[in-house]
């Protein structure tokens, strides 16, 4: 049984440009959650994808976006990168019960530096 | 708004030494409280979880009991291991778990 995986592992950008990161649920799962980990600090949740549908978004600016597919696959957009976007970017799934989502799973992140 | 507060660290053990991490949090509603594990380089993983008051999660000889009266969540092992060394995150888990809150982590290296 896969568990949730991310691409790319790594990945260098300069200040201005666009990135897309991708994750694949574990099997099974339905949900999928991002969060940005700044070195030394705990995950920050970005947003949140049910149903193709962003349910629910933290404290980030609108160049941070997603998206979810049918197969509940998902992407991590962030545009016009800043320095202070360099972070490792976790996702995270879960399986919606109906009344609400418990335990999220995470893959291992993809560490992003912007120079 | 809903947050969790952890020791600080780092916290240095000797090998077979007792460990505790204190987790405290503010919630409204009755959360979800979690532990995940982050080792070097790694994402995070479930360590144990608690989903109502007084139970007691328990994993790999890591215990937690869910404290209402205190709002919170410790992690107690009576002997660690040098393979424990890690970033411990204590998070809750609330609005029927539309998002997760992290604590800051507790960095614990364990000495042979």
């Known amino acids: 049984d896969a568990g949730v995986t991310q691409s790319p592992t790594h990945l260098i950008k300069t200040r201005g440009q666009q990135v897309t990161l991708r994750c694949s649920p574990k099997s099974g799962h339905d949900t999928v959650s991002w969060y940005q980990q700044a070195l030394g600090q705990g995950p920050q949740f970005i947003f949140q994808y049910y149903e193709e549908e962003e349910r629910q978004r933290g404290n980030f600016p609108d160049r941070f976006s997603g998206h979810q597919f049918p197969n509940y696959s998902s992407e991590l957009n962030v545009n016009a990168l800043l320095l202070g976007d360099s972070a490792l970017y976790l996702c995270a799934s879960s399986l919606d019960s109906g009344t609400g989502t418990d335990t999220q799973y995470f893959g291992p992140g993809t560490r992003l530096t912007v120079l | 708004g809903d947050s969790v507060t952890q020791m600080e660290g780092p916290v240095t053990l000797s090998e077979e030494a007792f460990l505790t991490i204190n987790c405290t949090y503010t919630a409204t509603g009755y959360p979800s409280l979690f532990w995940y594990v982050q080792y070097p380089g790694e994402g995070l993983q479930l360590l144990l979880k608690a989903t109502k008051a007084d139970d007691k999660g328990s994993n790999k000889g890591f215990e937690a009991t869910y404290r209402k009266e205190t709002t919170s969540f410790h992690l107690e092992k009576g002997s660690v291991q040098v393979s424990d060394s890690a970033v411990y995150f204590c998070?809750?888990?609330?609005?029927?778990?539309?998002?997760?809150?992290f604590g800051p982590g507790t960095r614990l290296s364990v000495l042979p």
């Open positions: 998070a809750l888990s609330a609005n029927y778990g539309q998002n997760f809150v």
